[in-house]
């Protein structure tokens, strides 16, 4: 079992900058993929960014359109979590972001359905 913690939402500006971070506990994975979705109100839960760890090699990052050039993904295996830095935030950002983790490389990164673990979700709020 694996639990995830985020942690770093708040209150930001548009164009102003967070970091979310997610610490996993419970049990350590070294070839696994951990992404981020977000859900604003009244809308469904959507992809931000993945990563596909591959151990020694490092890992592929996956960006959703919509904020390529703007978040990265990070993630640090010796302290098993997860880091998604944002920059240029617009309020179309607003949302509850949601850390998650999977065992398989396999499957579509974007699809939320194919996560086993999720955190508890920590607000984002971009005032215009």
């Known amino acids: 079992q694996v639990q995830l913690v985020e942690s770093g939402g708040g209150l930001v500006q548009a164009g102003g900058s967070l970091r979310l971070s997610c610490a996993a506990s419970?049990?350590?994975?070294?070839?696994?993929?951990m992404g981020w979705f977000r859900q604003a109100p009244g809308k469904e839960r959507e992809f931000v960014t993945a990563?596909?760890?591959?151990?020694?090699?490092?890992?592929?990052?996956y960006y959703a359109d919509s904020v390529k050039g703007r978040f990265t993904i990070s993630r640090n295996n010796g302290k098993n979590t997860v880091y998604l830095q944002m920059n240029s935030l617009k309020p179309e950002d607003t949302a509850v972001y949601y850390c998650?983790?999977?065992?398989?490389?396999?499957?579509?990164?974007?699809?939320?359905?194919?996560?086993?673990?999720w955190g508890q979700g920590t607000q984002v709020t971009v005032s215009s």
């Open positions: 998650a983790a999977r065992e398989s490389r396999a499957g579509v990164v974007g699809n939320p359905a194919t996560y086993e673990y």
């Open positions: 419970g049990r350590t994975f070294s070839s696994a993929v």
């Open positions: 990563i596909i760890w591959s151990g020694w090699s490092g890992g592929s990052t």
